[in-house]
Structure formats: structure tokens, C-alpha cells
């Protein structure tokens, strides 16, 4: 019985306490997706986004933007070739992705505003090609120095850094034109990013343009509203454990009183009142409980400590 209400109080509260701390880990987790930007895309059917619409946005919202551009193509060394993600992007939006440099260097300030054909490649691609920093190769068509392969992002992307080959914005831009494929927008200082997003999208319509938008505030909420039907569900559960010890100390309490039914009558004799008697019985189911919580509360600190 006694282990019975331990368990059932271990569980309360180890589910109360990590289940906060999933909520904070979750939290930190999307707030490293850059929960201060918005994602604009342009909507289907509608014409493609333009380095000439993020310049717009960025005079008229006075913020921040990052201009990217993806093409899957095929990647080819010798006789080796897969297919990878040519991303397009300017230095700043790497930098703010901390992605791990293996080896090699980035490449110059120069090449990233002139567009060189030194490219960065993901250590996945470059272990598929045998590829190594300083060897060219061949991506959509066009050859490319490799400068230096990429680890793992610091930052949590939608994109896996190891998985892809990144060239400078103004190279992908002379073969596609300026055309840009996403805009990363920086939330302005005094507004949400619902309302950044709005903003961008109604500018946008009066360029003719329908666009998606993308906030990460909507996606903090989601994953925070899931956890918490999680947490609840758990919740409920630890309570059925509570409710199955109180069962248990009802019927050994029974139990109890059925087999001293000869005591009870002897103290009855001797002057016992009912309300004496029954405060012997609720003394042991107290300190069943009580020694039920106390064990509980220890194994429940043992369990969060162990989960920390």
C-alpha cells in the first residue's frame, strides 16, 4: 500500500516539474529557429519574389532582410555525382545559422559580393564526392572551388547544413536572374511577428504580389498548446496512480477492520468510544499516507534528478 502511494506521488510530481521543464526545453528549442524573423515566400500562381521586392521592403519597413535561393541539382566530381540543395544566400544569413566550419575558410567578403565561385559544401556531400577544401567540381551546370566543408548549424534551420552546397547570392542570382526564392525578415523593434507579417504581405500586394508568410510565433504557440495536451494527459495519469493509493489504503483499512472485529469488541468492553476507535484506524491510514508521500517525494526527486 505504502508503495503503492509513492509511486502514485513520484509520478505527480515528476510529471508537474518536467513537464515545465519540456515546455522551457521546447521553447528554447524554436526560439534557436530565430523567432524574431519571418519567412516570405511567394504564394502559388503568383509571380516569383525579386532582389527588387526585399530592397522595397527593407527601405519602406527600415529592417533587416536575407535574401535566399535554393536549386536541387545535381552535384558531380569524376565519376561521383548525387543530388543536393545549391543554396544561395548572403554572408550575414550564415553567419546567423553558426554553422560549424570543418575545415578550410569561408570565402572572401569580395567573393560574396561579387558572387566567386568559391562554394561551401556539407560534409555529408563532400564525403559522398570524396570532395576536399580546395578541389573544384561541378554543381547545375557550373564549377565550383570547393573553400571549406560545413558541419553541423549551432542554429536550428529548416535546412541541414551538412546535406547542402552554399554559394554566394549574387552566383545562383546570375544564372536564375534575381530571382529569390525566400526573404528572411527581421521583426522591427515595437511589433510582433504576426503583425511584421502582415505588414510585409500588404506591401508586397501593392507590387502585385500574393506571398505566404511564415511566423515563428505561430509555431512556438502550436508546439507549446501539443506539449501541454502531453503534459495534461500525463497529468491525468499520475492522478489515476494517486487515486489507485487511496484505493489501496481503503481496502487495507477494510481489510484491517474486518479481521479485529474481536479487538474492537474487548475495547468496546473496556469503554472504548466509537470515535476513539475510529481514530485508531484513520491514525494508521494517516500514516500509511504519510509514509507513502514521504517515499514518494523522495523517489520523485531521485527520477527528476536523474531526468535533469
Known amino acids: 500500500t505504502i508503495l503503492g502511494m509513492s509511486i502514485g506521488v513520484a509520478a505527480i510530481l515528476a510529471v508537474f516539474t518536467l513537464g515545465e521543464a519540456g515546455r522551457t526545453q521546447v521553447k528554447n528549442e524554436i526560439s534557436r529557429l530565430g523567432i524574431d524573423r519571418i519567412q516570405v515566400t511567394a504564394a502559388e500562381r503568383s509571380p516569383q519574389l525579386h532582389s527588387s521586392d526585399a530592397a522595397y521592403l527593407r527601405r519602406v519597413m527600415d529592417t533587416g532582410i536575407d535574401e535566399l535561393v535554393m536549386l536541387e541539382c545535381e552535384v558531380s566530381m569524376g565519376d561521383k555525382a548525387r543530388t543536393a540543395p545549391l543554396i544561395g544566400c548572403q554572408e550575414d544569413y550564415l553567419n546567423r545559422l553558426s554553422v560549424e566550419l570543418l ?55 529548416r535546412m541541414d547544413t551538412r546535406q547542402v552546397v552554399v554559394v554566394p547570392l549574387a552566383l545562383i542570382q546570375n ?12 521583426v522591427p523593434v515595437g511589433y510582433t511577428p504576426d503583425e511584421t507579417a502582415c505588414m510585409a504581405s500588404d506591401l508586397l500586394k501593392t507590387r502585385a504580389l500574393k506571398v505566404d508568410t511564415v511566423s515563428l510565433q505561430v509555431q512556438a504557440e502550436a508546439a507549446d498548446s501539443v506539449l501541454l495536451v502531453f503534459v495534461d494527459v500525463l497529468k491525468w495519469v499520475a492522478l489515476v496512480c494517486m487515486l489507485a493509493g487511496g484505493i489501496g489504503v481503503t481496502n487495507i483499512l477494510l481489510v484491517s477492520v474486518r479481521e479485529r472485529r474481536r479487538e474492537i469488541g474487548i475495547m468496546q468492553s473496556l469503554g472504548a468510544t466509537r470515535m476513539q476507535i475510529c481514530g485508531l484506524f484513520l491514525c494508521e491510514a494517516l500514516i500509511y499516507a504519510l509514509s507513502g508521500g514521504i517515499l514518494g517525494l523522495l523517489l520523485g526527486g531521485a527520477l527528476i534528478a536523474i531526468a535533469g
Open 103 to 157: 575545415s578550410g575558410e569561408k570565402p572572401s567578403a569580395d567573393q560574396w559580393l561579387t558572387g566567386g565561385r568559391a562554394a561551401l559544401v556539407g560534409e555529408d556531400v563532400a564525403n559522398d564526392l570524396s570532395l576536399s577544401e580546395g578541389e573544384w567540381f561541378s554543381a547545375a551546370g557550373m564549377m565550383l572551388k570547393c573553400a571549406g566543408i560545413l558541419g553541423e548549424s549551432q542554429q536550428a534551420s
Open 175 to 186: 544564372l536564375l536572374g534575381n530571382v529569390v526564392h525566400e526573404l528572411s525578415v527581421q
